[in-house]
């Protein structure tokens, strides 16, 4: 059964430091789709990013960063120089080839908090 | 205008209240879905649709019923609501023709029960 597990329920850190979120998952397929998705005070789930079991590069899109690692099955979230507005709660999820891919299971997410 | 819509947004209603909860969508997805959101429990399937006639149960679907009217509307019904069925609710959709297996998120629905 697939599964993610998400170990970090809530961290605490002041601006301009860098974070980095836990992610590791659980699936029998060998082909599946990994996503981080952020979801603010406001309540929406906002997408981050979507990797492939194929693609192990790591990414980079501005302060935020993915790294991949089928070794260990982790995929972690690092936000460099982190802002009061990456506080939010943040949702590592799979879904598998098994399912079509279109069955998403989430971790239990992590609690983001960034004071000034 | 969004592309997922939940209505209502907000909802309080009683113990033992027929209440249902409803998703539209624009985006011309044939798979939709409805998920509930407690504290420290993440995200969790309740059910899911790949179409029209396709309903299926998710990981915790005792409790509640869906109805496909049709392909862009997917109700959620709780036919007797009961106190631990207060959470966030989200609807998402997702496209069989979609290469990237990515699911779009309605704004979410607070329900408490009291």
């Known amino acids: 059964a697939q599964k993610v597990t998400q170990a970090q329920t809530e961290i605490s850190v002041v601006e301009k430091e860098d974070v980095t979120l836990d992610c590791v998952y659980e699936?029998?397929?060998?082909?599946?789709?990994l996503f981080w998705y952020k979801q603010p005070p406001s309540g929406e789930l906002v997408f981050l990013i979507r990797?492939?079991?194929?693609?192990?590069q790591n990414e980079i899109s501005g302060r935020y960063s993915w790294n991949f690692q089928k070794s260990t099955s982790s995929f972690n979230f690092t936000i460099t120089a982190s802002q009061v507005v990456d506080s939010a709660v943040y949702f590592c999820?799979?879904?598998?080839?098994?399912?079509?891919?279109?069955?998403?299971?989430f971790g239990t997410g992590t609690r983001l908090l960034v004071s000034p | 205008d969004a592309d997922v819509t939940q209505t209502p947004r907000n909802r309080i209603t009683k113990t033992g209240k027929r209440i249902m909860l409803e998703c539209s969508q624009t985006?011309?997805?044939?798979?939709m879905y409805w998920y509930r959101q407690d504290p420290g429990l993440g995200l969790r399937l309740i059910y899911y649709?790949?179409?029209?006639?396709?309903?299926n149960k998710g990981e915790i679907s005792d409790g509640y019923s869906v109805s496909r009217q049709a392909q862009a509307k997917f109700s959620l019904s709780l036919e007797s609501a009961i106190p631990n069925q207060t959470a966030l609710y989200f609807c998402?959709?997702?496209?069989?023709?979609?290469?990237?297996?990515?699911?779009?998120f309605g704004p979410g629905t607070r329900l408490t029960v009291l």
């Open positions: 985006k011309g997805h044939d798979r």
């Open positions: 999820a799979l879904s598998e080839a098994g399912t079509g891919f279109q069955k998403l299971v």
């Open positions: 699936t029998r397929d060998t082909t599946y789709y």
């Open positions: 990797r492939n079991s194929f693609d192990e």
């Open positions: 649709s790949f179409d029209v006639k396709d309903i």
């Open positions: 998402a959709t997702g496209s069989s023709l979609g290469e990237n297996n990515e699911q779009f």
